[in-house]
């Protein structure tokens, strides 16, 4: 069984999380943080959302790799949206050498055809564009002696819990359709890859109980694939307003109005029944939450993997929050 992988080593990110999560912002996230320092990054989605050019307000991501960032100290950070149709005819193009053949050949719905009646090889192509990526060298050549890498790292914002652990077991899909050949050849090197040393898979998570089962049956069955898995990322944590004492006493609704009363009059609040019992309410609810989230929290330390937090926001998610995030997954130790 395949466990954790220290962050050095790694050169693939994939981040996957229940939807709602946050992972499109904490992919982005992670990418400006590994570009800190002078590297170049790739970020690339596979769903067509284009949720990575509204993360960083830049125009619509095409199927071409283009700088959307920069980072401290000179790093880049390069946007990719992996399109099948396109990832199809460089397909062809590679292994048979159609040329603008296959240029037709997608015209004509080959595309559509072969990824209908057999989903599995439009992940092999979807994956496939990330693993030319991950092999390209700087020099523009494949090769292990053709110099160092074209980016020093990738990260991929894979798609959500329910289907990333079908979508990464490319060999298992494909084996039905495809003994030998280049498909299954591809598919191979592919699954190579992903079980590396050097790439592991980040799950994203709320403290609510759905994400949180949803994430621990994930990582549950991505080990089983023999996938690594790198963090957990804990996305809208909220701190507690209360100390633990009148968490305590809320929770069991103990709290003195009367206290409440005279609090509010010192401030020079109204302090009518209506604003009292409203106010206790409320404490009685938060209570009760961080009650909820303390539960969750201990079901994901029990699973002994990197547990990295990220606050909850007023204001939303823009280029600055991303940035701020950057810094604090750095901070916690997520990027060497």
Do not use: C
């Amino acid at each position: 069984m395949t466990g954790t992988a220290s962050p050095e080593s790694v050169r693939l990110h994939i981040v996957t999380g229940k939807g709602g999560t946050g992972k499109t912002t904490v992919a982005a996230s992670l990418a400006l943080a590994l570009a800190s320092g002078g590297r170049k990054v790739l970020l690339a989605e596979v769903e067509g959302r284009q949720g990575i050019s509204q993360t960083f307000e830049v125009p619509p991501l095409a199927t071409e790799e283009v700088k959307i960032a920069g980072a401290p100290g000179g790093g880049e950070v390069f946007g990719l949206s992996v399109d099948a149709k396109a990832a199809f005819v460089e397909y062809l193009q590679l292994f048979y050498k159609l040329g603008r053949a296959g240029g037709l050949l997608e015209r004509f719905g080959a595309t559509d055809f072969a990824t209908t009646i057999a989903p599995g090889v439009r992940d092999v192509l979807l994956i496939g564009r990330i693993y030319e990526a991950n092999r390209r060298r700087a020099s523009g050549g494949h090769g292990r002696h053709d110099g160092s890498p074209a980016y020093d790292a990738i990260v991929l914002d894979a798609p959500p819990t329910g289907r990333v652990v079908r979508f990464l077991s490319v060999n298992h899909e494909v084996a039905g359709l495809a003994k030998v050949g280049p498909i299954r050849s591809q598919a191979d090197s592919i699954t190579e890859m992903l079980t590396s040393p050097g790439s592991v898979v980040h799950v994203v998570t709320l403290l609510e109980e759905m994400p949180v089962q949803e994430s621990v049956d994930a990582i549950t069955d991505l080990r089983a694939v023999g996938l690594n898995i790198g963090s957990i990322v804990v996305n809208q944590v909220r701190e507690p307003e209360l100390p633990p004492r009148q968490l305590a006493a809320a929770s069991r609704s103990r709290i003195d109005h009367e206290a409440v009363r005279v609090g509010l009059a010192a401030a020079g609040l109204k302090a009518s029944d209506a604003v009292v019992e409203g106010l206790v309410a409320q404490a009685r609810d938060h209570a009760l939450r961080v009650a909820q989230e303390t539960e969750q929290r201990s079901v994901l330390d029990a699973l002994d993997l990197p547990i990295r937090t990220l606050p909850a926001t007023s204001d939303g998610v823009e280029v600055g929050t991303i940035r701020w995030f950057a810094d604090l997954l750095t901070d916690e130790g997520m990027v060497p």
